[in-house]
């Protein structure tokens, strides 16, 4: 288990397995010691979405869930970037993170539900889990979900 893993272990999460792509897209693209993420729903352990995790932020879904749905998504892109380079160890750091909230027009908490995925990113790589960072407000994601990101790493 890679000294990430077990940094991610203490803090109660386990990685699932990487989640397959549903179109015509690659989950993750090596460039260099870059690796860019597909962006990520908030899929639970189960792989399903939890109904709190459905829907639009500002409209039914709590800024509370949202920030979970956003480690969850955090949580589903260190998973993918371990299928893409096997060991967590090789992340020198998190470049980019890019958020997606499905949003009601009117809600202003963009950027303190995205805390929910750089919050863990930092827990999970210190230091080196900190990052530039986009949050936009969307009309809508796939299967309704609350919150996708997409992620930049560099590895060594």
């Known amino acids: 288990m890679s000294r990430i893993e077990e940094k991610l272990a203490d803090l109660g999460i386990t990685l699932p397995a990487a989640a397959a792509p549903v179109a015509n897209y690659l989950p993750s693209v090596r460039t260099g010691n870059l690796v860019v993420v597909s962006g990520q729903l908030c899929l639970g352990p189960d792989g399903k979405l939890a109904p709190a995790h459905i829907g639009k932020l500002g409209a039914g879904v709590s800024p509370e869930a949202g920030r979970e749905a956003a480690r969850l998504c955090a949580i589903n892109l260190l998973a993918q970037l371990k299928a893409a380079v096997g060991d967590l160890d090789l992340v020198v750091r998190c470049v980019r993170l890019g958020g997606f909230i ?19 990113m930092v827990e999970a790589l210190g230091e080196a889990g900190r990052h530039a960072r986009s949050t936009i407000g969307v009309a809508e994601l796939p299967l309704d979900a609350a919150v996708e990101v997409e992620g930049m790493f560099e590895v060594r």
């Open 102 to 120: 499905n949003a009601s027009p009117d809600f202003a908490q963009l950027a303190q539900v995205m805390n929910g995925a750089s919050d863990l």
